[in-house]
């Protein structure tokens, strides 16, 4: 059972950048899809990004194309989310997760998440 570990958030303001950062540890991390999910507060958890095992596709919700980037290190062990740009509405906390699609359900191993606030 792999086992992540989000870290990199924090309090910036509008216009500003992030890298977030998940580590893994446990099972085989280059044989997994990986992607990114946030949750606002009173919202559902929704879909940012995803990226396959070797990387070479991604998939990126409309509202972050452009300003977000997926990346992953597979010798480190650990997926990447480069955010750029940042606006208030991506404030929530993110969560990585074991998987690939635009939906949660497929998703396993999240991990406990990283609060992102962007104060306008």
């Known amino acids: 059972q792999v086992q992540l570990v989000e870290s990199g958030g924090g309090l910036v303001q509008a216009g500003g950048s992030l890298r977030l950062s998940c580590a893994a540890s446990g099972g085989t991390f280059s044989n997994y899809a990986m992607g990114w999910f946030r949750q606002a507060p009173g919202k559902e958890r929704e879909f940012v990004t995803t990226i396959n095992w070797s990387g070479g596709n991604t998939d990126y919700a409309d509202s972050v194309k452009g300003r977000f980037t997926i990346s992953r290190d597979n010798a480190k062990k650990t997926v990447y989310l480069q955010m750029n740009s940042l606006k208030p509405e991506d404030t929530g906390v993110y969560y990585c997760?074991?998987?690939?699609?635009?939906?949660?359900?497929?998703?396993?191993?999240w991990g406990q998440g990283t609060q992102v606030t962007v104060s306008s």
């Open positions: 997760a074991v998987g690939w699609g635009r939906q949660p359900r497929p998703y396993v191993s």
